[in-house]
């Protein structure tokens, strides 16, 4: 494989989804049939979900606290950080994964856009606790110090909205007039927005790349397919 043509002036935004994190350790959707780790994503991934069973969606966010704290970083993390490292504030990183593995890695421009395991937040819209840190591992639900409701996790969960902000820089950033790519990274297309961001990056005369195992369900829309692991296609084209 070639390596990805980044000079002085390049700018490049990424997009990283569970497959980034699989040789970490962490398990992907697809390797476990539409499941996060065992479970149904409509009862531990969604607001009904949590309305429902609150105690069962902490035990499950618990246990992926658990678990991607025992992970490490691997190449294909690594392998960012550095570019980011190099590239400074021509490099933005948009990442699905709320497992905090590409800041532990020592990237800078990180977006998660679909929230992070260590942050916990009130789950009333209008309470002003703020986001806080925190890598606790609850069998009950805590409640809020401020109005007494039921505290959530950080995390965007299907059926909620991404925060416009992060969008807004995500737009931003494609907008600079430099030759930009766009590289999206073990992640199956099928989760929206995130997916059409190959699209917008379209829109803007980006070219796209997909660094990914298997085929996704948004292929048709990238330039460029490099089919193989994170790891080993990073190392190669970096
Ligand atoms: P996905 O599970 O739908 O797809 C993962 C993709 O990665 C697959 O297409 C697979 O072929 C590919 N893949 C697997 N191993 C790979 C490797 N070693 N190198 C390259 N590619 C590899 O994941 P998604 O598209 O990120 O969507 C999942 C959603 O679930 C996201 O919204 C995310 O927030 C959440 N999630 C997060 C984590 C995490 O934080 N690590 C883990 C599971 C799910
Ligand atoms: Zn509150």
Not at 44 to 52: H, I, L, Q
Not at 100 to 122: D, F, Q
Not at 162 to 184: K, N, S, V
Request: hydrophobic share 35%.
């Amino acid at each position: 494989m070639d390596k990805l043509p980044i000079d002085d002036e390049t700018c490049v935004i990424v997009l990283t989804g569970a497959g980034v994190s699989a040789e970490s350790g962490i398990q992907t959707f697809r390797d476990s049939g539409g499941l996060w780790e065992g479970h149904d994503v409509e009862a531990v991934a969604t607001p009904e979900g949590f309305k429902k069973d609150p105690d069962l969606v902490w035990r499950f966010y618990s246990e992926r606290r658990k678990q991607a704290g025992q992970a490490l970083p691997n190449l294909a993390h690594l392998k960012l950080a550095e570019l980011g490292d190099r590239l400074g504030p021509r490099f933005l990183l948009v990442t699905q994964n709320v497992d905090a593995l590409h800041v532990r890695a020592g990237s800078k421009r990180v977006i998660e856009m679909h929230g992070n395991l260590y942050r916990t937040r009130c789950s009333r819209k209008k309470c002003k606790r703020d986001v806080t840190v925190d890598a606790n591992v609850y069998e009950t639900t805590p409640l809020c110090e401020k109005c007494g409701e039921n505290l959530r996790p950080h995390i965007v969960w299907f059926g909620e909205n991404l925060d416009p902000t992060h969008i807004e820089r995500i737009e931003r950033f494609m907008q600079y007039p430099r030759p930009t790519l766009f590289l999206a990274i073990g992640t199956s297309g099928s989760v929206y927005p995130a997916a059409g961001l190959v699209r917008l990056a379209k829109q803007h005369g980006i070219t796209s790349y997909l660094i990914n195992k298997d085929v996704a369900e948004n292929e048709a829309d990238f330039d460029v397919v490099l089919r193989g692991s994170a790891c080993d296609v990073l190392s190669e084209v970096l």
